[in-house]
């Protein structure tokens, strides 16, 4: 009754009035009572408790009364003392502090805290003390020793967060960890949205790319979550998936349902959070990038630069023009000739490239980009210019010249020029899937009759790289791939894979339909050869068939 009348207060004086009426103060009161003060005490933004309340007679007392005699709180009542002094905070020096941790120590040593206490304690210290706190150690220590059958599902969300504060002793707690990540499956089902979102930030600070049946267990879950999820709590769980790799269409589809709904009132960050998600997993989520298109143009004022690179990005990389797409390329242009200073120059670089990737083409910024300060600008301090942004350059050059006719503006020198795309890393062009490679080109082979009439990732002068080349003379017919003379035609045979794909899907990524855009503008024959074809054939033969109706169709040019 005392307990339950001491909540019902709602300010420091109420809490305090009713202490002055009482003829004694036991310490578990005192206790309680000095936690319910620092719940309701501080204002708005203060870290401390008004000054008044703090020289306050009677809240010297109860603080001196938890002082005195702490052996005669319980468990609950000590860990209740010490979060009231994180909320306050006070000197970690003082003699109120020293003592209750001596005693929360004593009892450490002789195992009399049970499991829910030591991981309130753990959480009290981390926020505290920080990682670097001793009698932290002397928490983990007993949690490790204790069976988690045991645990409330809360106090596994807390052991994530005491072992998240310590990440530069994540080797030395693994095999504890890997306790924890193997029995937490079991729990996911009765843990809240903020706790879901809780252990897969712990997870992440913590690097446990290992734990996948608990990752995919908290997807799973995280799906029914979404509506609970606060802003911040959303954005941790999609940076999580980000880290861990991890999609799932029944999430996919819960939160384009969500954004769809919500966009408008959607916090910056969590919408750009959102289509880096999409960006990452290439996943092509039409009402999502739609929902971000309309939002961008209503709401343009309210995303920084690099939001809003992570906004437009996505579209050039899955290669989607939403229906709004002249309104939202207006609003761009509008906004970066406003505030085009605030852009960095790689960020600003990936931005106009990735839109050139879906043919809108920033022609009143080429002449910016391809200008000497900027690329001065755009090298810093370093000796040379990294090869992404080389490449970049190097595409949008090739773009001015192949799709804009109409600019007249500055050239990008030679010197900035890459001779190929296809690089080991950071690569502007996707590799071709070597198990497909090797399908078609048994099957060519067994088409041309002899592995002499095509040849295999042909470097290009312009910058691509080919998968199959075969070259026509002028009749059509196939000439030997060592002939140089008498060329008329050459047919670029494109084996897209699933990685030149979004995600379960038929639609080209951004990268890969400029290659093709830019091949046939250059005056190649692209035959399309994608995976999703492939794998509807049975046999050798089924493939020779495929291959010959492909490249010698009724109105194919080229000639067996």
Request: hydrophobic letters at 40%; charged letters at 20%; glycine letters at 4%.
């Amino acid at each position: 009754m005392l307990y339950r009348r001491l909540n019902s207060f709602l300010s420091p004086e109420e809490v305090l009035s009713f202490l002055s009426t009482l003829d004694t103060l036991p310490v578990t009161v005192a206790s309680a009572a000095l936690h319910r003060i620092c719940e309701v005490g501080r204002r708005d933004g203060e870290q401390r408790l008004p000054k008044g309340i703090l020289e306050n007679s009677i809240f010297q007392d109860v603080c001196f009364q938890c002082e005195r005699d702490p052996s005669h709180l319980t468990n609950a009542g000590l860990v209740t003392a010490l979060q009231s002094l994180v909320m306050l905070p006070v000197d970690p020096q003082s003699s109120l502090m020293l003592s209750l941790m001596a005693e929360c120590q004593r009892r450490l040593r002789r195992g009399s805290l049970e499991a829910h206490h030591l991981c309130l304690l753990g959480e009290t210290l981390v926020r505290f003390q920080g990682s670097g706190c001793e009698t932290l150690e002397l928490v983990i220590c007993q949690l490790q020793s204790e069976n988690l059958e045991t645990f409330a599902p809360e106090d596994i969300v807390a052991i994530y967060r005491i072992l998240q504060a310590c990440p530069e002793k994540v080797d030395k707690h693994q095999t504890f960890l890997n306790t924890v990540n193997n029995f937490s499956p079991s729990i996911v089902s009765y843990l809240s949205p903020k706790s879901i979102s809780h252990v897969l930030t712990a997870l992440v600070a913590l690097d446990q790319t290992h734990a996948l049946p608990l990752i995919i267990k908290l997807g799973k879950y995280a799906v029914r979550c979404i509506p609970g999820f606060t802003n911040e709590e959303l954005r941790k769980v999609l940076e999580a998936f980000v880290y861990f790799g991890h999609s799932d269409r029944f999430f996919t589809e819960a939160l384009e349902q969500h954004v769809a709904a919500l966009c408008l009132s959607l916090d910056p960050e969590v919408t750009s959070t959102v289509m880096e998600y999409c960006s990452r997993k290439r996943i092509l989520s039409k009402p999502i990038l739609d929902a971000v298109a309309e939002t961008f143009v209503c709401q343009a004022e309210k995303f920084s630069p690099s939001q809003i690179s992570d906004l437009i990005e996505p579209f050039g990389k899955l290669n989607y023009l939403p229906p709004n797409a002249p309104a939202l390329f207006r609003k761009l242009e509008s906004v970066l000739f406003a505030h085009l200073h605030h852009f960095p120059p790689k960020m600003l670089l990936r931005l106009l490239h990735s839109c050139s990737l879906i043919e809108r083409h920033p022609v009143n910024f080429m002449s910016k980009i391809f200008s000497p300060f900027f690329l001065q600008r755009l090298q810093g301090k370093e000796s040379y210019l990294d090869r992404v942004s080389l490449a970049q350059l190097t595409q949008l050059f090739m773009t001015s010249v192949l799709e804009c006719a109409f600019y007249k503006g500055p050239k990008l020198l030679p010197q900035y020029h890459v001779k190929s795309f296809l690089t080991p890393c950071c690569s502007l062009e996707t590799p071709v899937d070597l198990h497909l490679y090797k399908s078609v080109v048994i099957g060519l082979i067994d088409l041309l009759g002899s592995r002499l009439y095509f040849a295999s990732k042909v470097l290009t002068p312009y910058c691509y790289t080919i998968d199959v080349e075969i070259k026509l003379d002028e009749d059509g017919f196939v000439l030997p791939f060592t002939v140089d003379e008498d060329i008329h035609k050459r047919v670029a045979l494109c084996i897209d894979g699933p990685q030149r794909f979004c995600s379960n899907s038929k639609h080209l990524l951004g990268r890969e339909a400029i290659k093709q855009r830019h091949l046939r503008l250059l005056g190649y024959q692209v035959v399309q050869v994608p995976y999703h074809e492939l794998e509807l054939l049975t046999s050798r033969l089924e493939l020779v068939e495929y291959l010959q109706r492909k490249l010698f169709s009724q109105n194919s040019p080229v000639h067996w």
